[in-house]
């Protein structure tokens, strides 16, 4: 199964009692993805945040119990008693700020989707190679027992090899000018923002990288794709559909599934974005269709579990360095073959 390749040694890192992560950002992801797994993990501390303004960073800061509001990007990330940075600014901001985190010697975290391109992508890696520092991407889902529960099926030659895949991840997300999802400059769009779910999900379950056969993309007035289809194809003769959308008029406010056809039956996935709020796996094998469910903790307390446990040098990161690339070179190569133009970037 595909994880990341990280051209460093973990065993240089500095051994942390306690990890002080620094948030880049207040946003509305942070108090769910970040906060509240922190203070379930006795040895992470939440020293501080910077936000576009001093006066959002001391608001967050006072909300959410951080040590402190720092008075700039620049200045988080300079200061020695930040360890590790969580990245959760808009998608355009996400390689100026990861760069610059890694090149002060902090270990990054860094929100989904990971760039705006492939381009960037490969530059954040190179910088996370070069500064002999970790890059994870923060595909939350991949962390919890759910998908690992998944992945054993799949080993374990329940439904045969895999023939066919279906992945699917709708929100409605309503039009605001205020709401970066809807400006194609900030690196919204339903295919970046939902469908790198959806996108990495068939990756992932395959462990290899698809050509695109076709793609469709609807554009909104604002000129981002509101719903994004794509057929892949992968070595083997394996086909895969990708489908995502953000529009008002999506059949369901939230829906997120995965229905894996193999050659001896099927795998459904239900609600792989969040298991912690409920999710489903049905086995269908020619006898009555089984279903089971998989108890835990929320995805993001288990993707910070693992950031700390990479950052001690105990376990290799799932997400970042190539895969993280790849999965935006999919992205890419999507919206080629919808011929869908985006923003000019260097």
Known sequence: ???????????????????????????????????????????????????????????????????????????????PDIDVIYNALPPYLHEQWSVAALESGKHVLCEKPFAMNAAEAGRMVKAANTSQRLLVEAFHYRFHPYFRRVLELLTSDVIGNIRHIEARFDVRISYSPAEFRHSPALGGGALMDLGCYPVHWVRTLMGSEPRVMRADCVRSHSGVDVTTRASLKFVGEVTAEVMTSMSDTASHQHEAQVIIEGEKGRLILDNPIAPHHGNKITIETGAAPRSESVAGESTYYYQLQHFVAAVEGAVEPLTGGEDAINTMQLIDNIYAAAHFDRPELD
């Open 1 to 79: 199964m595909p994880g990341s390749t990280h051209d460093i040694e973990p065993g240089n890192f500095p051994v942390f009692k306690v990890i002080r992560m620094g948030i880049l950002g207040a946003a509305r992801i942070a108090p769910v993805a970040l906060i509240q797994p922190a203070r379930l993990l006795p040895n992470v501390e939440l020293a501080a945040v910077a936000a576009s303004s001093v006066a959002k960073a001391v608001a967050f800061a006072d909300d959410h119990a951080v040590a402190r509001a720092a008075s700039s990007y620049t200045e988080l990330l300079d200061s």
